[in-house]
């Protein structure tokens, strides 16, 4: 069965209360900039890299919608401006992921272009860690294929 969910994925304190001038994880990637070139990148390596295929394969051909949403999606949990849920309610970013089979693979090929895209746009060490782990564990929740075993050994 699937671990219980860890608490809601954001990395800021509160994304729904936390006042955008004061939240430091926003503030400290360098805001929608750096987020967009994030999810950019993120992309380009789903795109690019051999073991990313079989996730790359899930998406459409047309990466600009999803992209435009995960940026939404990204401003909001890390404190910016609430325009994902705004457009889009609440994220049950796990119902909505049910419709794609991610296992221990899936999970990891997602971690891999994430990984890769903070290296390139965050240089605050702390703060690549801290999205680091926070990303690893919405991937491993959203986890909904229960034929392999969970292991701690990713990074
Ligand atoms: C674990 C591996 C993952 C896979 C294989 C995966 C795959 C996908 C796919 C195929 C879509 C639909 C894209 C489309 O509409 O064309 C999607 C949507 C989305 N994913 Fe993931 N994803 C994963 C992890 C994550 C993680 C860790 C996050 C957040 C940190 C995330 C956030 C989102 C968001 C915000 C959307 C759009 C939801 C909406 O329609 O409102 N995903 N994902």
Redesign the pocket.
């Known amino acids: 069965m699937n671990p219980r969910p860890p608490a809601p ?1 954001p990395v800021a304190p509160s994304v729904a209360s936390a006042p955008v001038a004061h939240n430091p994880h926003y503030e400290r990637i360098g805001g929608e900039a750096t987020i967009t070139l994030l999810v950019d990148r993120f992309y380009a390596h789903m795109s690019e890299r051999e073991d990313a295929q079989a ?1 790359r394969a ?3 051909p047309d ?1 600009r ?2 992209k435009r ?2 940026v ?3 401003v909001e ?1 890390m404190g910016g401006p609430q325009r ?1 849920s705004t457009e ?1 309610g609440h ?3 796990r119902r ?2 049910l ?2 089979r ?1 296992g221990q693979a ?2 990891d ?3 891999v272009c ?1 990984r890769a895209a903070l290296t390139e746009t965050v240089s605050d060490d702390n703060l690549r860690r801290e999205l680091d782990n ?3 564990k ?6 909904n294929d229960q034929g392999t075993p969970h292991e701690h050994s990713n990074r």
């Not at 919405?138 to 986890?143: E, I, K, P, V």
């Open positions: 994925p996730i899930m998406h459409g990466l919608d999803v949403v995960l939404n999606y990204l949990w994902y889009r994220p049950r970013l909505k992921h419709s794609f991610i899936e999970r090929a997602w971690m994430m926070a990303f690893f919405t991937a491993d929740f959203l986890r």
